[in-house]
T-cell receptor, first 113, second 114 residues
């Protein structure tokens, strides 16, 4: 069974640009969550999507957004990139009714220069 | 609201020694608790989870954790460390309130000395 797939694995962007990251969940999983991991702030919850609807949102500015498609694949977008957005972005998928057990992808390493 | 505290950002043990990684949580409702491991440039891999079925939880790679409500703790242990256990370990808490969001501790980097 294929795991959670995140693309691309590495990305370098310039300040002010925007970026889109993609996540394909495990087959049958309908919930997709996104996390940001930085050395200073650790792992922080960004948002969660279920059935194409954002169910929960963490404490991030509106520059961070996401969406989910009918096949449960999800994308997250960051607009007007700042240096501080450099991080490992992790996607996690889970069954809708599970006790929040989440399976993580390998992440996308975003570097903003 | 919930929070997780991991005591010790770095822990070093000798190969074959006991591994003990500490995690304390705070939660207004009964929590679900997890331990994840992260190897360099990788995502997170679930080691074990507590979901109220049993207080002693066994996970992969010989790890186990015990939920102690009175101490609000969920410490991770392994009787005998192996070189391959060197990684960063994260404790996380989730709530069964429809909010599919995990709150993570700051992580503990485990070093295993030969």
């Amino acid at each position: 069974k294929a795991g959670v797939t995140q693309t691309p694995r590495y990305l370098i962007k310039t300040r002010g640009q925007q970026v889109t990251l993609s996540c394909s969940p495990i087959s049958g999983h309908r919930s997709v969550s996104w996390y940001q991991q930085t050395p200073g702030q650790g792992l922080q919850f960004l948002f969660e999507y279920f059935s194409e609807t954002q169910r929960n949102k963490g404490n991030f500015p509106g520059r961070f957004s996401g969406r989910q498609f009918s096949n449960s694949r999800s994308e997250m977008n960051v607009s007007t990139l700042e240096l501080g957005d450099s991080a490992l972005y992790l996607c996690a998928s889970s069954f809708a009714d599970s006790n929040t057990e989440a399976f993580f992808g390998q992440g996308t390493r975003l570097t903003v220069v | 609201a919930q929070s997780v505290t991991q005591l010790g950002s770095h822990v070093s043990v000798s190969e074959g020694a006991l591994v003990l990684l500490r995690c304390n949580y705070s939660s207004s409702v009964p929590p679900y608790l997890f331990w994840y491991v992260q190897y360099p440039n990788q995502g997170l891999q679930l080691l074990l989870k507590y979901t109220s079925a049993a207080t002693l939880v066994k996970g992969i790679n010989g790890f186990e954790a015990e939920f102690k409500k009175s101490e609000t703790s969920f410490h991770l242990t392994k009787p005998s460390a192996h070189m391959s256990d060197a990684a960063e370990y994260f404790c996380a808490v989730g709530l069964d309130t429809g909010r599919r969001a995990l709150t993570f501790g700051s992580g503990t980097r485990l070093q295993v000395q030969p």
